[in-house]
């Protein structure tokens, strides 16, 4: 059986913000975090998961890191608190919410930097990640 032709964008692009793309009800096929998949979109189908291979992953199983300077390295979770942490989204169960469950919460970590702060902090990340 020929599957039927649908028109394709000519670029993939990342919806901001993303709980209304995935609400949409042309959406055929998008990708999730856990936890807004476990929250906040009960209505939707999942199809399938990841299978990791990374060393300490097996099947659906994940490991988050902390990333730090190798002068500013310390022997456990407690070395950090008061630090300032960067996430990716948080609606990001391995990006945030592991680490808030761990740690009991964003007072463990500095104060977070206004959006507008953030958004510029990440534009210039992605900047030198391309050069």
Same mark, same amino acid.
């Given at each position: 059986?020929? =599957? $039927?032709?649908? +028109?394709? $964008?000519?670029? =993939?692009? !990342? +919806? @901001?913000p993303l709980l209304p793309h995935w609400q949409r009800s042309d959406l055929l096929?998008?990708?999730t975090c856990g936890y807004p =998949?476990?929250? /906040? =979109?009960?209505g939707v189908q999942v199809v399938g998961a990841f299978h990791y291979a990374a060393p300490g992953c097996e099947g659906p199983d994940y490991r988050s890191w902390i990333v730090v300077r190798e002068e500013e390295k310390g022997q456990s979770l407690? @070395?950090? #608190?008061?630090?300032?942490?960067?996430?990716?989204?948080? @609606?990001?169960?391995?990006g !945030? #919410?592991?680490?808030? /469950?761990?740690?009991?919460?964003?007072n463990f970590f500095q104060p977070l930097p206004p959006p507008a702060a953030t958004a510029v902090q990440l534009h210039w990340?992605?900047?030198?990640q391309q050069t």
């Amino acid at each position: 059986m020929a =599957l $039927p032709s649908l +028109p394709l $964008p000519a670029n =993939l692009s !990342w +919806p @901001d913000p993303l709980l209304p793309h995935w609400q949409r009800s042309d959406l055929l096929l998008s990708q999730t975090c856990g936890y807004p =998949l476990a929250t /906040k =979109l009960t209505g939707v189908q999942v199809v399938g998961a990841f299978h990791y291979a990374a060393p300490g992953c097996e099947g659906p199983d994940y490991r988050s890191w902390i990333v730090v300077r190798e002068e500013e390295k310390g022997q456990s979770l407690a @070395d950090f #608190q008061g630090r300032r942490l960067a996430f990716n989204s948080e @609606d990001s169960q391995s990006g !945030w #919410q592991a680490i808030m /469950k761990m740690t009991g919460g964003p007072n463990f970590f500095q104060p977070l930097p206004p959006p507008a702060a953030t958004a510029v902090q990440l534009h210039w990340c992605a900047r030198v990640q391309q050069t």
